[in-house]
């Protein structure tokens, strides 16, 4: 009875070993290289704070020294184009995440200028919220995609998906913002595409 229990024992975690390995290492690759560059953007800010800091206290310190300037206008200045505001991460989080339609993808020289389609979530459904905006991003910048890349996880660069984001179709995309409205990544919301 004892070798029969030992036996499934070792069948059972033979079986967990499989699955394990069954992973496609693109997978982890992709894994390894967002930590990568989560770890990079880190101590950009990191460093960064510090020359901020520095800045704004110059800034200040010019301001005062200036002196009182000119009258603000007496009209209020035209309102904006576009209703969007970038989010702002929460208290304690890096980064706040915007869902949108991406889509009219221009490449110019180094940079691509997309339109963006913010989407909320209404149940298990993503419907558009009417704010329709553009970014202009370096071609550069990395994408995390997985049906645009031909169904497996990869990095790509957005200059080499301008071709695939203009021609009409619009794409889901999970856009992550820093707390100065940057862009960060651009993920592709691939579970949300139907």
Known sequence: MDDKTELERLLAGLAESGRRNTVPRAAQEVRARGEQRRRRRRAAVASGGALLAVAVAAGGLSLAMAGRGTEPPAHDPAPAAS??????????????????YVYGAVAQGATVRVTVEQLRMAGQA????????????PRATLVEARRLAGGHPTDVELG???GELSDGQRWIFAIDYDGDGRVQ?????????G
């Open 83 to 100: 209703p969007f505001e970038p989010p702002t991460p929460a208290p304690g989080e890096e980064y706040a995440t915007e869902l949108g």
């Open 126 to 137: 993503a419907v558009p919220s009417g704010v329709v905006h553009t970014l202009t991003l």
């Open 185 to 193: 990544s651009l993920r592709e919301a691939y579970w949300l595409a």
């Open 160 to 162: 080499d998906l301008a």
